[in-house]
């Protein structure tokens, strides 16, 4: 397993995501592994595993030996200081064998800190100015040639759900019209200003907005309002990413046929990811938009979760057989390596990659 060694390559990544080459290699992509996943991986194969260590150096040099030795070309790094409080409820964590993984957080869809103007008055609004980047800093001075770093933003719907509730939001669109653009217009200040920072780093080569904007069955709320009050914060996001030379990737969970064009064509995203095979399965994603766009991952989550070793490796081969193609795949999971897919599976979909001859 994973015996093929792989040297990054964020040159080649980025030239394929943009289509301009089909890589010599397959490339992989995700959106984050969970800490669990990285202590396994450092345990099997006798990596350093402190992930968590309060030492940055230390914790830094352990997450880059796990993704190097995975075969990823980036790393992810993560501001801290920016905490938005929120309403949640704290509930058991039954998916991991994990002892100290402790409580879960679910969001009150119902309502959430902000009901009216008094509360968005007395939001305390984080200052991207005033988060702490040590993350960042250390990328840019610790990582190994060929290698880059990347980070989330532009969460804003989200953001606007988590602020209002969703059930909230849906109720202010009819009665509180104009809370619901201040709270965008808010929201949307802030994740420009985060991603104007962000982009300023020299080594960070992604700027990946991350925005759940969907369910199974559609849009989460309106297309018209997606695309009146976020998808143009999602453009400002990518045009900065854009000016600094950066490629602005969206992850966004559900079906969203009715938007994909204004992401195509005004948002200018450089690729899509989340591909739900319930949805919509990568290939067929493949099929409708990558002359256009990168598309990325898709090995479906809950296929990985249930299938054999056998049955992933197929799905693979399968998978890389129509999206390898002409450019613009990386091969990753369909959301994002939870601590609940077997690690044997995870891996040997990461090992199969490396196997696949174009």
């Known amino acids: 397993m994973l015996e093929k060694k792989i040297q990054p390559d964020f040159v080649s990544f980025r030239d394929t995501v943009l289509r301009k080459k089909q890589s010599f290699r397959v490339h992989y992509v995700e959106l984050f592994l969970d800490g669990e996943v990285q202590k396994a991986v450092a345990r099997r194969f006798n990596l350093p595993g402190e992930i968590d260590s309060p030492d940055l150096n230390t914790k830094m040099s352990a997450r880059l030996a796990i993704h190097q030795f995975l075969g990823y070309d980036m790393i992810r790094a993560y501001p801290s200081g920016y905490d938005w409080p929120l309403k949640r409820t704290p509930a058991p964590d039954t998916t991991s064998d994990e002892k100290n993984r402790g409580e879960r957080y679910w969001q009150d869809e ?110 989460l709320i309106s297309p018209k309002v997606l695309i009146e009050k976020a998808l143009p914060w999602h453009r400002k996001c990518a045009e900065i990413a854009h000016q600094f030379g950066k490629m602005y990737f969206l992850h966004s969970c559900g079906k969203l046929d009715d938007i994909m064009e204004v992401l195509i064509d005004q948002v200018k995203i450089d690729a899509k990811h989340s591909w739900e095979d319930a949805i919509m399965p990568v290939t067929e994603g493949k099929k409708r938009w990558g002359h256009r766009i990168g598309i990325l991952g898709g090995i479906d989550v809950s296929f990985l979760c249930q299938a054999t070793e056998k049955q992933v490796r197929q799905r693979v081969r399968e998978t890389l057989k129509v999206c390898l193609p002409g450019g613009g795949y990386c091969l990753g999971t369909g959301n994002s390596v939870a601590n609940y897919i077997p690690l044997e599976n995870y891996l040997a979909m990461l090992d199969e990659g490396r196997r696949y001859l174009q």
């Not at 202010?172 to 104009?178: C, E, I, N, R, T």
Request: proline share 5%; glycine share 10%; charged share 25%.
């Open 110 to 219: 119902h309502r959430g800190p902000i009901s009216d103007w008094s509360d968005f008055e007395k939001y305390p609004w984080p200052d991207p100015e005033k988060a702490d980047f040590s993350e960042f800093d250390w990328c840019e001075k610790n990582l190994p040639e060929g290698m880059a770093f990347y980070a989330l933003t532009a969460h804003i719907l989200e953001y606007v759900t988590w602020l209002l509730g969703y059930e909230g939001l849906c109720l202010a669109l009819f009665d509180q019209p104009d809370l619901v653009d201040a709270v965008f217009e808010k929201v949307g200040e802030n994740q420009v200003a985060l991603t104007r920072r962000l982009a300023s780093y020299n080594r960070l080569g992604v700027v990946w907005g991350s925005d759940d904007m969907g369910f199974k069955g559609g849009c």
